[in-house]
């Protein structure tokens, strides 16, 4: 079946524009979880949805946000965007309800602010 | 803090020799812990989790809750693993939230 789908793959902003990422994840997966990658802070947990309900939110300003929608894609949005919001932006399906570890990665949607 | 220390960025080795990469852990807790590698121009990918206490590709990890530790091993290296590996932890009702290692770049030399 298809992998966790991430989109735009590229992209290039400008400070103080706001960008908007979307991720499918893999077909009856429910729960979907963004990470931040950056060569400085490595992977860091932004939020994870399950059910269109958020159920953890990580250590990051409220310029990030995301929802999920009832077919379980997801969206992140940054708001105001920095220099320092460069980053690898991966998103992950896990099928599970409760916690187990195993995440289906996506590509990720690699963003460039300048 | 939650935190996993991955203290090698970079392990090299020859095709033939035992591998370990190394994995320490601060938690307050009983933590789930999980490699995770990303091979060449590849996705990440689950590689094993100490709950399963499974060898995936000849790879192992003991849990050692004393050391608090959850080092990765294989006897005999292969070309095909040289990549990159992260350690990772969650707790029990962590709804899918890793806490991830900086990662270990594993290169392994004909």
């Known amino acids: 079946k298809a992998g966790v789908t991430q989109t735009p793959r590229y992209l290039i902003k400008t400070r103080g524009q706001q960008v908007t990422l979307s991720c499918s994840p893999i077909?009856?997966?429910?729960?979907v979880s963004w990470y931040q990658q950056t060569p400085g802070q490595g992977l860091q947990f932004l939020f994870e949805y399950f059910s269109e309900t958020q159920r953890n939110k990580g250590n990051f300003p409220g310029r990030f946000s995301g929802r999920q929608f009832s077919n379980s894609r997801s969206e992140m949005n940054v708001s105001t965007l920095e220099l320092g919001d460069s980053a690898l932006y991966l998103c992950a399906s896990s099928s599970w309800i409760s916690n187990t570890g195993e995440l289906f990665f996506g590509e990720g949607s690699r963003l460039t602010v300048l | 803090a939650q935190r996993v220390t991955q203290p090698e960025k970079l392990l090299s080795v020859f095709k033939g020799a035992p591998v370990e990469l190394k994995c320490n852990y601060s938690?307050?807790?009983?933590?789930?812990l999980f490699w995770y590698v990303q091979y060449s121009r590849q996705r990440l990918q689950l590689l094993l989790r100490?709950?399963s206490r499974e060898s995936i590709k000849g790879f192992t990890a003991d849990l050692n809750k004393g050391e608090t530790s959850f080092h990765l091993k294989k006897p005999f290296a292969q070309e095909e693993d040289s990549a990159m590996y992260y350690c990772?932890?969650?707790?029990?009702?962590?709804?899918?939230?890793?806490?991830f290692g900086a990662g270990t770049r594993l290169a392994v030399h004909p």
């Open positions: 938690y307050s807790g009983s933590p789930e």
């Open positions: 990772a932890l969650t707790n029990s009702g962590g709804y899918n939230k890793l806490i």
């Open positions: 100490h709950i």
């Open positions: 077909s009856g997966h429910r729960s």
